[in-house]
């Protein structure tokens, strides 16, 4: 976990300068899948993110949130959230100490939900760009930690057993309104691998990258043309997305 630490601060992920002025409130979402294929978003991977997000001095009235995704659009949880204080008035170096040692405390007990079958990631996506959009005058930062293998019924998708090509993703997602807007907003996205698992069992080479030509173009599609899907969720591997990201907004 300290690797992931460690990167996130050193991205910039948990961070917002330190320089003269007031500096915006940082937005930063986690989206984490729990299917069971993806394996990777722990409670763990999660604290770390936490951990990094607490240990960067975050501006005031910054917030720290993790949803995870589930079946559909009306699954999925809001299951963490750190919110920095909007002022903390006199003794402001006491009052910050010990609320960042009462989140340090809290975020240690963070349990995630159970591990699932379902993984409607594009419907976490939405949903993570709506919270988003409820402050656009702040830093925005959304990291997903995904496998990206879309299983959503309502949208008759199965990544699984047959990825679909980027044009049918993005008009399946356009008809049910779930193109999220992520224009203004930095996004990384890891945990992406190419192992067979027990509910992919036929996968190959040539489903990953089936699936990485279907995401790109859904993320492209959603105002993100330059992510990449990494696997590690150190985040190094990240870093161009996000330098591109920071550039281009």
């Not at 992931?4 to 992920?13: A, E, K, M």
């Not at 006491?94 to 809290?106: F, G, L, M, N, V």
């Amino acid at each position: 976990m300290r690797s992931l630490v460690v990167s996130l601060v050193l991205l910039g992920w948990a961070g917002a300068g330190c320089g003269g002025g007031k500096a915006r409130p940082l937005d930063e979402v986690v989206l984490c899948d729990r299917s069971s294929s993806a394996g990777i978003c722990s409670e763990e991977v999660v604290r770390g993110a936490g951990e990094a997000f607490l240990g960067a001095n975050p501006p005031p009235n910054s917030r720290f949130v993790v949803l995870v995704v589930g079946c559909g659009i009306e699954d999925v949880v809001r299951s963490y959230e750190i919110k920095v204080p909007d002022r903390w008035g006199r003794g402001a170096v006491r009052k910050r100490r010990r609320w960042q040692e009462d989140e340090h405390r809290r975020l240690a007990s963070l349990a995630l939900p159970a591990v699932n079958q379902c993984s409607a990631v594009a419907a976490g996506i939405w949903r993570a760009a709506r919270v988003e959009s409820e402050r656009p005058n702040s830093t925005r930062r959304l990291l997903v930690i995904s496998d990206l293998r879309e299983v959503d019924r309502s949208l008759g998708v199965n990544f699984e057993r047959r990825v679909a090509t980027a044009a049918d993703f993005i008009g399946k997602l356009r008809k049910a309104q779930l193109l999220a807007d992520l224009s203004g907003i930095q996004v990384g996205v890891c945990g992406v691998h190419d192992r067979a698992t027990p509910d992919a069992p036929t996968w190959t080479a040539r489903k990953a990258q089936q699936l990485r030509l279907a995401w790109t173009g859904a993320l492209a599609a959603m105002g993100i043309p330059d992510v990449s899907l990494t696997e590690s969720c150190d985040l190094g591997s990240t870093r161009n997305a996000i330098t591109v990201a920071q550039e281009g907004r």
